[in-house]
């Protein structure tokens, strides 16, 4: 799960893909990242983990890191919230195989940035449940 600064969308891309795969007994190895370095080391924002938490979801224990070029290697999906982060992610892959492995979370939809408006938390939430309980489906047939 990939966002621009991993304290907002993606830890709660996270957070919501654990928890979902964990209810279907998926044996799942998910992980989320930035493509910014500003917050690095620090835990999620706030306003994400409450609303993570108002859905009994804990994200607190996130902590923040960069993309790095091996997750291309460690995961076989790589899932990106906007299409910024959708260009900034293909512009760091290697070949074919890596450019194959990314994805708009929502398929051809954005998953907004919340950061600076407080009431976008919740809406964002549900936008990303959605496209975890979406890529699932796919990914069970
Ligand atoms: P995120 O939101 O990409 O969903 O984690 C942001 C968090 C921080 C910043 C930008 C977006 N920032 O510029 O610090």
Known sequence: MV???NICRSPLAEGIMRHLADE???DWHIDSAGTGDWH???GPDQRSTRTAMSHGIDISKQVCRLFKISDFD???LILVMDKSNLSDIL???RNEE???KVKLLLGDKIVPDPYYDDAQFEPVFQLIEQGCREIIKQHNK
């Open 24 to 26: 279907r007994g998926l």
């Open 40 to 42: 690095v080391g620090e």
């Open 91 to 93: 512009a760091k892959a």
């Open 98 to 100: 890596d450019v194959k």
């Open 74 to 76: 460690e995961f076989d």
């Open 3 to 5: 966002c621009l600064g």
